[in-house]
């Protein structure tokens, strides 16, 4: 009789403590191999969900740590390549500044850890962002989706944004979301751009015409932006291995 006293208070606290898991993971939505979703883009754009959803000085595992968004309030871009967390931001003269360092937010943020790739070398007729997008498309069409990538290489040209909201702003349409956007115009940079790729989450962590979200840092680590439009010099992409 004692024992089955016992197994009660046990089993109790057992369901209670999945029961507390699962309200801390209410936000994180895992989808495959690592990919985490924090918030959503439409979120953002449509309702003036403006603040922070996710501190990145909490993701705790930062091995092959991957990931992007834009900062809180978007007032700038995120990304994390390799464990190393960028911010992005304009100055007064809407001259670019970029930093390091975990101490950021973001309303909304996709990640994953990474830590094996495999090479593909892009096709010659592989020359921009949309190309790119059809691309890993065709070369996907068996792996499990969403998933990270990345492209390394030369850049022959490219247009990045940072995000610069005005303090106080107010948003409820894409339009007013991108008001103070800034615009910055790379030519022949070697780069490394981060990508997350995904059929079924336009709105949450694309655009709503868009399989891709793709950040792009310079070799130098001086820029950094939500990359808008690419012209490849001479690239490879990496997809993780499974």
């Known amino acids: 009789m004692k024992s089955i006293q016992l197994a009660i208070p046990i089993l109790l606290i057992s369901f209670l403590s999945c029961n507390s898991t699962q309200k801390?993971?209410?936000?994180?939505?895992?989808?495959?191999?690592?990919?985490?979703?924090?918030?959503?883009?439409?979120?953002?754009?449509?309702?003036?969900?403006?603040?922070?959803?996710?501190?990145?000085?909490?993701i705790s595992n930062t091995k092959g740590l991957y990931g992007l968004g834009p900062e809180s309030y978007l007032r700038g871009e995120l990304l994390i390549n390799n464990g190393k967390s960028y911010?992005?931001?304009?100055?007064?003269?809407?001259?670019?500044?970029?930093?390091?360092g975990f101490d950021v937010s973001a309303p909304?943020?996709?990640?994953?850890?990474?830590?094996?790739?495999?090479?593909?070398?892009?096709?010659?007729?592989?020359?921009?962002?949309k190309d790119i997008e059809t691309f890993i498309d065709e070369k996907s069409k068996e792996a499990l989706r969403p998933f990270v990538f990345k492209l390394i290489g030369k850049a022959s040209s490219a247009k990045i944004h940072i995000q610069n909201l005005p303090s106080g702003s107010k948003v409820t349409s894409p339009e007013e979301a991108h008001q103070g956007q800034i615009n910055f115009q790379l030519s022949n940079k070697?780069?490394?751009?981060?990508?997350?790729?995904?059929?079924?989450h336009k709105g949450v962590f694309t655009h709503h015409d868009s399989f891709v979200h793709m950040h792009l840092i310079t070799k130098n680590e001086k820029e950094m932006g939500h990359l808008d439009e690419l012209e490849i010099g001479k690239m490879k992409l990496f997809l993780p291995k499974k």
């Open 108 to 129: 909304f943020f996709v990640y994953a850890n990474v830590t094996e790739w495999y090479e593909l070398e892009l096709s010659s007729s592989v020359k921009s962002s």
């Open 24 to 58: 801390e993971n209410t936000e994180v939505s895992e989808t495959y191999s690592k990919i985490r979703i924090i918030g959503a883009m439409k979120d953002v754009m449509w309702k003036g969900e403006l603040g922070a959803r996710i501190q990145l000085d909490t």
């Open 190 to 200: 070697d780069v490394e751009i981060i990508g997350f790729f995904s059929t079924e």
């Open 87 to 100: 911010i992005s931001r304009t100055t007064p003269g809407s001259v670019m500044s970029v930093s390091r």
